[in-house]
């Protein structure tokens, strides 16, 4: 069983949708949660961060952690072609190293 | 101005070559990475350096040696290419080596294509 697990899509929507992008996760050591955004043919880029349970709203994103289920899921409002990307969960451990660990990231298609 | 630089963008290559990628961050973090990318998209580590200092090491073919000259330069040397080596290597760099609230900043990536 992989650490984490990602549906890698594709996911397509129209323009305006609410896009719910989710994650799995195996191990309970895992404490900090991120949302890496990769545009085609560029590095990823952090898009959200949280470390405890519950939610936490940027803007247009709500990224949600669920420690009791180990599932992490990001939310877009009103989603723009722009947000069309591939989008990539990352866990870390709590303590150590700096080792993420990415999930295989879900390619996004928002069409207008 | 561009943080974490990788060079070359793009490398075509015959297999059993020795081919090198540099990267350079200038956002004055202590720790770099390399991570590969495979055909899958699926991004893993492959090593990390804190302060010129060899921390992570995953399981790695011996045929890739990194090279860290100072804290803001981290070099991957690849001998004998193979037609697995194939992927996109993407470098980061972080504020330090422990885990935590340490946000990772990716380069744009070296796409190697061995033929």
């Known amino acids: 069983q992989k650490e984490v697990e990602q549906d890698p899509g594709p996911l397509s929507v129209p323009e305006g949708a609410i896009v719910s992008l989710n994650c799995t996760y195996s191990n309970s050591a895992f404490q900090y949660f991120m949302w890496y955004r990769q545009y085609s043919r560029k590095g990823p880029e952090l898009l959200m961060y949280t470390y405890s349970s519950g939610n936490k709203e940027d803007g247009r994103f709500t990224a949600q952690v669920d420690k009791s289920s180990k599932y992490i899921s990001l939310f877009i409002r009103d989603s723009q072609p722009s947000d069309s990307a591939t989008y990539l969960c990352?866990?870390?451990?709590?303590?150590?190293?700096?080792?993420?660990?990415f999930g295989a990231g879900t390619r996004l298609a928002v069409h207008p | 101005d561009t943080a974490v630089s990788q060079t070359p963008k793009y490398l075509v290559t015959q297999m059993g070559n020795d081919k090198s990628i540099k990267c350079e961050q200038n956002?004055?973090?202590?720790?770099m990475y390399w991570y590969k990318q495979d055909s899958k998209k699926f991004l893993k580590i492959m090593f990390s350096?804190?302060?010129?200092?060899?921390?992570i090491n995953e399981t790695v073919p011996n045929r890739f040696s990194p090279k860290s000259p100072d804290k803001a330069h981290l070099n991957l040397h690849i001998n004998s290419l193979e037609l697995g080596d194939s992927a996109v290597y993407f470098c980061?760099?972080?504020?330090?080596?422990?885990?935590?609230?340490?946000?990772?900043?990716f380069g744009a990536g070296s796409r190697l294509t061995v033929l």
């Open positions: 350096y804190n302060n010129k200092e060899l921390i």
């Open positions: 980061a760099s972080s504020q330090e080596i422990l885990s935590g609230a340490n946000v990772l900043t």
């Open positions: 956002l004055g973090h202590d720790t």
């Open positions: 990352a866990i870390l451990p709590s303590g150590g190293y700096n080792k993420l660990i």
